[in-house]
């Protein structure tokens, strides 16, 4: 079983950035690729970003590329998301993800690949 809390939402001006954190407890996190998604509202989940088991393989939807950054610490067990240039259309509930892939280098955009989810956390952009 995995569990997975994220944190560093908050209100933020356009342009601005943030960091998102997801922590997991699980003793093999190198045995997931991980993800951000995130759900507006009135809209369905869509795809941000992955990164594979080790962290060299990422992957970001064409309206985050260029600004957002996908990281994991395997050895602190967390996987982050650096927003830089905030827009008001990254308003949304973020959430972190873990797909199983035994150090394959499987990544997914599809969320129903996910095995494990974490709560979300409030992202909202004023412009």
């Known amino acids: 079983q995995v569990q997975l809390v994220e944190s560093g939402g908050g209100l933020v001006q356009a342009g601005a950035s943030l960091r998102l954190s997801c922590a997991a407890s699980?003793?093999?996190?190198?045995?997931?690729?991980m993800g951000w998604f995130r759900q507006a509202p009135g809209k369905e989940r869509e795809f941000v970003a992955v990164l594979n088991w080790s962290g060299v393989f990422t992957s970001y939807a064409d309206s985050v590329k260029g600004r957002f950054t996908i990281s994991r610490d395997n050895a602190k067990i967390t996987v982050y998301l650096q927003m830089n240039s905030l827009k008001h259309e990254d308003t949304a509930v973020h959430y972190c993800?873990?797909?199983?892939?035994?150090?394959?280098?499987?990544?997914?955009?599809?969320?129903?690949?996910?095995?494990?989810w974490g709560q979300g956390t409030q992202v909202t952009v004023s412009s």
């Open positions: 993800a873990a797909k199983t892939t035994f150090r394959s280098e499987s990544m997914s955009y599809n969320a129903n690949d996910y095995n494990y």
């Open positions: 699980v003793r093999t996190f190198n045995n997931y690729a």
